[in-house]
Structure formats: structure tokens, C-alpha cells
């Protein structure tokens, strides 16, 4: 699982956001322009990219939920640990860095929030006129 490292977990992260980081390119590249509107199915691409953006989404989402509730666990562990024996220098250095990395995890959460909203902006502008999804 890639919840333990978090530099791991942001650099899959990263390759999982490629699509969003490259929609323009993308969406410049779905969608035909007046002389090519014959050549290319504008309402097949576009409904393409949107179940892929669609999927990208929630498996982010899901990875990202997960780990958050990993860490989540493993904070309450450590509180336990914690109480347990307040002195322990170890656990209570484990706590902090698991503390810190649960505080990350859900900012994210937060950034993919962002990310799904300027996707689907861009999506929305240059998709509008060859489909509009039902399910959102």
C-alpha cells in the first residue's frame, strides 16, 4: 500500500492526474475544428474523456480516502500507545509524523476538490455543445 510514504503517495498521485493537467492539450486535441468537424465523432470524444475523467476522479478520490482513514487508524493507535506510556519517546514521535501526514492527506483531499471543479469547468466549455453528461 502506498499510504505509509507520503512522497510516494504524491508522486502516484501525480501520475494519476495527468489527464487533468494535460486537458486542454487534450480537449484541443478531442475536438474537431470546422474543417475537420466531418472526420471526427465531436460527441463520441468528448463523452470518451468525460467517463475518462469521470473514472480518473474517483479513483483518486478513493486512494486518497483511503489513506486518510489508514492514518486515521494509526493516529488512534498511537494516542492509544500514547496514554499508555505518556514518556515513550518513539510514540510519541510516531504520533506527531502520523499526525502531520493525516493533516496533508486531507489537504489532498482539498486539492482534488480543486482539481475536479477546473476540470470540469474546462470540460463544460469546450464539450457543451457535443454532450452533456446525465450524470452530474
Given amino acids: 500500500m502506498i499510504c505509509p510514504d507520503f512522497l510516494e503517495f504524491q508522486d502516484i498521485l501525480k501520475k494519476m ?5 494535460k486537458i486542454v492539450y487534450t ?4 475536438i474537431p475544428t470546422e ?3 466531418t472526420k471526427v465523432n465531436a460527441t ?3 463523452q470518451d474523456l468525460y467517463h475518462q475523467i469521470q473514472k480518473g476522479h474517483e479513483e483518486r478520490e478513493n486512494v486518497i480516502k483511503k489513506c486518510i482513514v489508514t492514518t486515521a487508524d494509526s493516529v488512534k493507535n498511537l494516542l492509544s500507545a500514547k496514554e499508555t506510556n505518556p514518556d515513550d519517546f518513539e510514540t510519541l514521535k510516531n ?4 499526525q502531520r501526514k493525516l493533516r496533508l492527506l486531507q ?3 482539498s486539492v482534488e476538490e480543486v482539481i ?3 476540470t470540469s469547468k474546462l470540460f463544460t466549455e469546450k464539450c457543451r455543445s457535443y454532450y452533456k453528461p ?3
Fill in 17 to 21: 492526474r495527468v489527464l487533468d493537467d
Fill in 27 to 30: 480537449l484541443n486535441t478531442s
Fill in 35 to 37: 474543417s475537420f468537424k
Fill in 44 to 46: 463520441e470524444a468528448c
Fill in 95 to 98: 504520533l506527531k509524523a502520523e
Fill in 107 to 109: 489537504t489532498e483531499l
Fill in 116 to 118: 475536479k471543479e477546473k
Fill in 134 to 136: 446525465t450524470d452530474s
